[in-house]
């Protein structure tokens, strides 16, 4: 009997052994298959993040930044009006939302710096100066993160302007 029971150990040692290693298989194919599923996850919000941008609504906030652009804020961030600092103010806002979204791990940081970094590269230089004179306000506020930081961390690879911005050139564009 003594056998028996030796012989009944050993086999429960195995199975525990069998089991163990097959749990350890199927816990590491749910962690890469939630894995992988979160990463489609946040490349669905980011691809949202996108939509966004390219919407109708956003199109025309895009198109007015770009106008006041060309037309001297790059220079004289002061020459804004209200309604202009408006629409600035939600493009550059726009950017501080992609950055927490990647910040936090929701967004693909890579998805988002492959679509937002051509623009980024534009209007960080662009906007820096009406960016910057906001952020000395921002101290009152107390805020964690600055105005405009996801704009300026999206540009990579900032432009050099003079060719596009009529005030850098002293004179018209070839736009």
Known sequence: MS??????????GIVAAIAAVVGGFFALWSYQQENEKRLDDKKKATLQ????FNSDEFLGIRMKTLNYIDNGITCDPSIAINSDRLNIFAYVDF????KICVDQNVCDKDSAQEFFERYANYHW?????????NRKHEKEF??????GSGLEKMAATPVDLKPFVKCLQGGETSR
């Open 3 to 12: 056998a028996s029971l030796d012989a009944l150990a050993k086999l429960t």
């Open 95 to 98: 950017f501080d939302s992609v």
């Open 142 to 147: 107390g805020v964690r993160t600055p105005y």
């Open 49 to 52: 993040f996108v939509q966004m």
């Open 125 to 133: 230089p662009a906007l820096k100066k009406h960016i910057l004179q």
